[in-house]
């Protein structure tokens, strides 16, 4: 099958990510974690903080893809979570007492976002918390940037681009993923 597919032109491929033109090098990463780190110190001062890593994933029920054929020359795309309508979790890991937090949700935005926040906030006894991310637009967007002006409580640490491997709960995500797509296949049979 292998030989007809690439006789007919198609090539066995990863698929294509969109990446910024120029992403930050790992020098460039590991100095604004460690800039990070100092504000977090700071922000500390005399209070408790619980330092939580935040992110959002989509869970869609088709496979969970990484290689595919596709036509020479015309690149493999994977469809966008966004635009497919499947379900989000948020997440937060606090490595400190080793919990994770979720929340499920039709879509992902803003309010969503606001209201894990919240909760997170109720779950950990109204602390301080310092929540560390990615540069997702939800993260940024001035209805955020106005709710995180007005709570004293609350500090965002956004991570460089490109950088997973800073994020706890960015792991959790790639550590689960494959789990609910092979159940997905096992609950609808072969």
């Not at 198609?10 to 460690?34: D, G, H, I, W």
């Amino acid at each position: 099958m292998s030989r007809l597919l690439k006789d007919a032109g198609y090539t066995f491929s990863r698929t294509k990510k969109t990446t910024p033109a120029a992403p930050p090098s790992k020098a460039e990463k590991l100095e604004r974690v460690q800039e990070i780190a100092r504000q977090i110190l700071e922000f500390k001062a005399d209070d408790e903080v619980k330092v939580i890593f935040l992110d959002e994933s989509h869970f869609p029920a088709d496979p969970y893809v990484v290689r595919g054929w596709d036509k020479n020359g015309v690149p493999f795309f994977l469809p966008d979570a966004r635009q497919s309508g499947k379900p989000f979790s948020f997440g937060a890991y606090a490595p400190a007492i080793g919990s994770f937090y979720w929340k499920s949700a039709p879509q992902s935005n803003a309010k969503v976002f606001r209201s894990f926040i919240h909760q997170l906030r109720a779950k950990l006894e109204d602390k301080k918390l310092a929540i560390v991310l990615d540069n997702a637009s939800i993260h940024s967007c001035k209805y955020i940037k106005k709710f995180i002006a007005k709570s004293h409580e609350v500090k965002v640490f956004n991570l460089p681009t490109c950088s997973p491997e800073y994020n706890s709960t960015e792991q959790v995500w790639k550590r689960i993923k494959p789990l609910v797509h092979a159940a997905r296949k096992n609950e609808k049979g072969c």
